[in-house]
């Protein structure tokens, strides 16, 4: 079973920066594809960015250039940076993690950016 534990969110002004982090319990972390996806008030949940384990990164339109995943396979941690946030960007951030075709997801954690 692996657990995933999000933090990092918060509130912050249109322009700044936040580092999302999530960790991860479980042995299988080296091994799997782990992503960051969203989910903003009234809307459906999308997808903002992945890292496999090689590692490759890809990123939705919406968020490329601006944010950065990354992965510290010692810490069983990944990170999303977020620079230039826009107020459309507020929303649940959920860490993700698929390995050998099972999804595993976390809590969430809230990002609010104000305008």
């Known amino acids: 079973q692996v657990q995933l534990v999000e933090s990092g969110g918060g509130l912050v002004r249109a322009g700044g920066s936040l580092r999302l982090s999530c960790a991860a319990s479980?042995?299988?972390?080296?091994?799997?594809?782990l992503g960051w996806y969203r989910r903003a008030p009234g809307k459906e949940r999308e997808w903002v960015a992945t890292i496999t384990s090689r590692p490759t990164t890809n990123y939705a339109d919406s968020v490329k250039g601006r944010f950065t995943i990354s992965r510290d396979n010692s810490k069983n941690t990944v990170y999303l940076q977020m620079n230039s946030l826009k107020p459309e960007d507020t929303a649940v951030y959920y860490c993700?993690?698929?390995?050998?075709?099972?999804?595993?997801w976390g809590q969430g954690t809230q990002v609010t950016v104000s305008a």
């Open positions: 479980g042995s299988i972390f080296s091994g799997a594809t």
């Open positions: 993700n993690c698929v390995y050998r075709g099972t999804w595993y």
